[in-house]
């Protein structure tokens, strides 16, 4: 029996709403699991990491982070090392070989519903950036280089909130087709800095819920964890 914990950052200013979230998707992913140990605890939410990881002898932590990072390699270790807990960490959410097919599935179902051309048409994939470290816009674009063969969109096309090329110019030149948020989950970023974005482009396309939100998502990871 595995002992896993599914961490993700959450949100600072209003925690509990995403521990909420992802404890929800750690019990899909336990009930296709029933062989192992699923919890789940964001690290914004004091104590909630702490208390996940209670009675584990040997956990594992997956993190529900989009990339390696900061988060992923510095702060979890950190806060890991607090917790006086020695714990294998899994690669993230999403570098998951089974998350551009289930990207392809959402965007090819998302431009049917819409009436979308997709040979005519982009999709935009927003992802967080940084303005210090590479991992977060290098997974998108290996995300994007992914998908073009699974689509047939005009142009697949990498945006960032946090450094350029910024979604507000990348949307100001795609007012065609639909935007996806390479996102675990619906935080600040998803909520408010990326419809604000579309909104000062003139971008509009379909704004998809972040990838992470998807309600297959739960059986992706519980496809890799059985691996």
């Known amino acids: 029996m595995r002992q896993i914990v599914l961490v993700s950052h959450g949100s600072p200013s209003d ?7 992802l404890k929800s998707i750690a019990a899909r992913v336990q009930a296709l699991c029933p062989e192992h140990q699923i919890r789940g605890a964001t690290l914004a ?3 909630a990491l702490e208390a996940a990881l209670s009675g584990f002898d040997a956990p ?4 529900f982070f989009m990339a390696e990072g900061w988060f992923t390699r ?4 950190r806060r890991l090392a607090l917790a006086g807990v020695t ?10 070989p089974d998350l551009p097919g ?7 179902e998302a431009t049917k519903s819409a009436g979308i051309e997709p040979e005519s048409s982009d999709l935009i994939l927003v992802a967080h950036g940084s303005q210090v470290a590479r991992r977060s816009k290098d997974t998108a674009q290996a995300m994007a280089r992914r998908l073009r063969p699974l689509t047939r969109f005009w142009r697949i096309r990498t945006a960032f909130i946090e450094e350029a090329p910024f979604l507000a110019d990348v949307a100001a030149e795609s007012l065609s087709g639909l935007c996806l948020p390479f996102f675990a989950q619906r935080a600040g970023h998803v ?15 379909p704004l998809l819920p972040a990838i992470g939100e998807h309600p297959e998502a ?6 890799s964890l059985t691996r």
């Open 60 to 63: 594992e932590i997956y993190p």
């Open 102 to 108: 289930l990207i392809a599935k959402t965007v090819t």
């Open 15 to 21: 925690p509990a709403p995403l521990d909420a979230g």
């Open 87 to 96: 714990a294998r960490v899994l690669p993230p959410f999403g570098t998951e």
């Open 218 to 223: 739960a059986a992706l990871i519980a496809r």
């Open 45 to 47: 939410l004091p104590g």
């Open 74 to 77: 510095r702060e979890l270790p």
């Open 191 to 205: 909520a408010e800095d990326i419809p604000e974005a579309l909104a000062a482009a003139g971008f509009t396309g």
